[in-house]
């Protein structure tokens, strides 16, 4: 479930207690209501009322599964900062649509700063597979004017915001 941009996009004020919950959520959502509350020292009411809350701010936007790639059978992670020919909101719309078809996909974000207009992670089996990728997926893309690879050598951390 990606969700980036909610209905309800103001801010809320979170406590210590909010922002306990959000870490231990992010670790383990799978912990119990009760054990939650435990561990932030409430009852388990209140504690379901700050998560219920949470989650119709829309900072909760989902509760995933972590994946180790490496033993899905995916250990390359590549980088990729996409070019496009014209800068028209078609032209984007477009490469958004078919980019999210691409199971390889793990991130997509517009960027600037660079003279590329997005920067992309995907996940690969080996280097024939990203060849595959980029030449019979990515580059056929229509508007797709320059791609640029960069290969993660080894993921240091990676963390939501709490």
Do not use: W
């Amino acid at each position: 479930m990606l969700n980036n941009h909610t209905e309800n996009s103001f801010a809320i004020d979170i406590d210590d207690t909010d922002k306990q919950l959000l870490r231990l959520l992010q670790t383990q959502a799978r912990m119990s209501i009760t054990e939650l509350a435990e561990r932030v020292n409430l009852s388990a009411t209140p504690c379901a009322r700050r998560i219920k809350r949470l989650e119709d701010s829309g900072i909760i936007t989902g509760y995933h599964t972590q994946t180790d790639a490496q033993k899905l059978g995916y250990p390359l992670a590549v980088f990729i900062a996409i070019s496009m020919d014209r800068h028209t909101a078609d032209r984007f719309e477009h490469f958004e649509e078919k980019i999210q078809s691409f199971d390889e996909l793990v991130s997509c974000s517009i960027v600037t700063g660079r003279t590329e207009d997005y920067l992309i992670k995907v996940r690969v089996r080996d280097m024939a597979h990203y060849e595959e990728f980029l030449l019979h997926r990515l580059n056929r893309i229509e508007g797709v004017a320059q791609v640029h690879t960069s290969f993660e050598l080894r993921e240091v951390f990676s963390r939501s915001v709490v």
